[in-house]
């Protein structure tokens, strides 16, 4: 059998031929399906974010496309079209189509789903998901805490406004506090996280109490301080009350004992001198012979005494002993012009003794 050589060459060379075209479509496929990155990225409200399209090979048009609206358009011959400055587009390097990095500035929540690229012709479509974290405010409510040395103290943290659930954690004077200490409930609209959480332990000391609340997009927390200021035990006023009355009463009680004895005494005193007094009067009338009225009136005095009262006459409103004789003059009652003796005749009235009326009459002839 004679094979003919030529046709055997054509027939190799089809087949060849057959298999590179079919080995240059394969590969023409794996080329259409362009590199974007990332495919999931997860930032924070007003962060900005970049996507990075890498294509191979000649391509002419491509669009970016933000939940569902086309935000941008880059064309090799016409160049870069945004619809708002909030998105750009640029080669990554220069003179080079074939990578495409385009931005979105200060990323809301409005732009949170799918970022699409789509590219014209048969490079077809990558879709990535953008996740935009919120951080909300953290306030510690009620301020300031005064309490008193091992009260129960109770910290209320509200958080507001937060995606997703933040974590709420707690320091004292800057000390994490272990979880068993607090408690965080929260909730949501649908949209966005509240939560509150209760701290409960005892005073001590000072404390700057922090309530802290964080999502992982945060690089540093959220806080809230306020201070716990630790003021000592109040006194028992019913202890207190109690030892100044019996503190007091006992004092009252010494010093009327005091006025009693000191009254005492002098009324003695008083009642020597008087009789000292009156001994030296009648020696002096007798010496000078002043007249029998005068002595017999002496003598009533004298009888008066122990006596509650003193007959008019002989005593004026002034305390004043009156006398006619020529001679004698007028002397204040010593003892009723002293407060110390209105004291003891008060004391003695009161007390019921057969009041004793202490004249001091001093006779100057
Ligand atoms: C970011 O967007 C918010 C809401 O649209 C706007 O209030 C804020 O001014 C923007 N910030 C910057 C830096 O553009
Ligand atoms: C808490 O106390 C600190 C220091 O004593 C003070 O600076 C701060 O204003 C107080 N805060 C409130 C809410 O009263
Ligand atoms: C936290 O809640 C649990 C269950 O409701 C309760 O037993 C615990 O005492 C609470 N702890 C604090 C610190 O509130
Ligand atoms: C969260 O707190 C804000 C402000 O207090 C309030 O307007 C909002 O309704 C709260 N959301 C939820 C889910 O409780």
């Given at each position: 059998?004679?094979i003919?050589?030529?046709?055997?060459?054509?027939?190799?060379?089809?087949w060849?031929?057959?298999?590179?075209?079919?080995?240059?479509?394969a590969?023409?496929?794996?080329?259409?399906?362009?590199q974007?990155?990332?495919?999931?990225a997860?930032v924070?409200?007003g962060?900005?974010?970049q996507?990075?399209?890498?294509?191979?090979?000649?391509?002419?048009?491509?669009?970016?496309?933000?939940?569902?609206?086309?935000?941008?358009?880059?064309?090799?011959?016409?160049?870069?079209?945004p619809?708002?400055?909030q998105?750009?587009?640029r080669y990554?390097?220069?003179?080079?189509?074939?990578?495409?990095?385009?931005t979105?500035?200060?990323?809301?929540?409005?732009?949170?789903?799918?970022?699409t690229?789509?590219?014209?012709?048969?490079f077809?479509?990558?879709?990535?998901?953008?996740?935009?974290?919120e951080?909300?405010?953290?306030?510690?409510m009620?301020?300031?805490v005064?309490?008193?040395?091992?009260q129960h103290v109770?910290?209320?943290?509200?958080?507001?406004?937060?995606?997703?659930?933040?974590?709420v954690?707690?320091?004292?004077?800057?000390?994490?506090?272990?979880?068993?200490?607090?408690?965080?409930?929260?909730m949501?609209?649908?949209?966005?996280?509240?939560?509150?959480?209760?701290?409960?332990?005892?005073?001590?000391?000072?404390?700057?109490?922090?309530?802290?609340?964080?999502?992982?997009?945060?690089?540093?927390?959220?806080?809230?301080?306020?201070?716990?200021?630790?003021?000592?035990?109040?006194p028992?006023?019913?202890v207190?009350?109690?030892?100044?009355?019996?503190?007091?009463?006992?004092?009252?009680?010494?010093l009327?004992?005091?006025?009693?004895?000191f009254?005492?005494t002098?009324?003695?005193?008083?009642?020597?001198?008087?009789?000292?007094e009156?001994?030296?009067?009648?020696?002096?009338?007798?010496?000078?012979?002043?007249?029998?009225?005068?002595?017999?009136?002496?003598?009533?005095?004298?009888?008066?005494?122990?006596?509650?009262?003193?007959?008019?006459?002989?005593?004026?409103?002034?305390?004043?002993?009156?006398?006619?004789?020529?001679?004698i003059?007028?002397?204040?009652?010593?003892?009723?012009?002293?407060?110390?003796?209105?004291?003891?005749?008060?004391?003695?009235?009161?007390?019921?003794e057969?009041?004793?009326?202490?004249?001091?009459h001093?006779?100057?002839?």
């Amino acid at each position: 059998m004679k094979i003919n050589n030529t046709d055997m060459t054509v027939s190799w060379k089809s087949w060849a031929s057959l298999h590179i075209s079919s080995l240059l479509c394969a590969s023409g496929v794996v080329l259409g399906q362009f590199q974007l990155e990332p495919l999931n990225a997860t930032v924070l409200q007003g962060s900005d974010i970049q996507f990075n399209a890498t294509v191979p090979g000649k391509w002419q048009v491509m669009t970016w496309t933000v939940q569902k609206l086309l935000v941008l358009t880059v064309s090799t011959t016409s160049g870069i079209i945004p619809s708002s400055e909030q998105f750009s587009a640029r080669y990554c390097s220069r003179e080079d189509t074939s990578c495409v990095e385009f931005t979105i500035y200060n990323v809301t929540r409005r732009e949170s789903g799918p970022v699409t690229c789509s590219i014209q012709g048969n490079f077809g479509q990558k879709t990535s998901q953008l996740h935009v974290q919120e951080s909300g405010v953290v306030s510690i409510m009620g301020g300031n805490v005064t309490a008193v040395q091992d009260q129960h103290v109770e910290f209320q943290c509200v958080t507001t406004a937060w995606l997703p659930i933040p974590t709420v954690t707690w320091t004292r004077n800057g000390e994490a506090v272990d979880s068993s200490l607090f408690n965080t409930t929260s909730m949501t609209d649908g949209d966005s996280f509240n939560s509150t959480s209760v701290l409960q332990f005892q005073a001590v000391r000072k404390t700057t109490v922090t309530c802290l609340a964080t999502i992982p997009t945060l690089e540093k927390p959220q806080s809230s301080s306020v201070f716990l200021v630790v003021v000592p035990e109040p006194p028992d006023w019913t202890v207190l009350i109690a030892v100044v009355v019996s503190f007091g009463g006992a004092a009252l009680l010494v010093l009327l004992i005091l006025a009693i004895i000191f009254c005492y005494t002098r009324r003695k005193e008083k009642k020597s001198n008087y009789q000292d007094e009156m001994r030296m009067v009648r020696t002096q009338s007798q010496l000078s012979g002043v007249d029998a009225t005068w002595q017999r009136q002496g003598q009533v005095n004298a009888a008066s005494e122990g006596q509650t009262s003193v007959t008019p006459s002989e005593l004026t409103d002034s305390g004043f002993f009156q006398a006619n004789g020529p001679n004698i003059f007028e002397v204040p009652d010593v003892v009723n012009s002293n407060q110390a003796g209105n004291f003891c005749n008060n004391a003695n009235n009161s007390m019921g003794e057969s009041g004793f009326k202490k004249h001091r009459h001093v006779t100057i002839v």
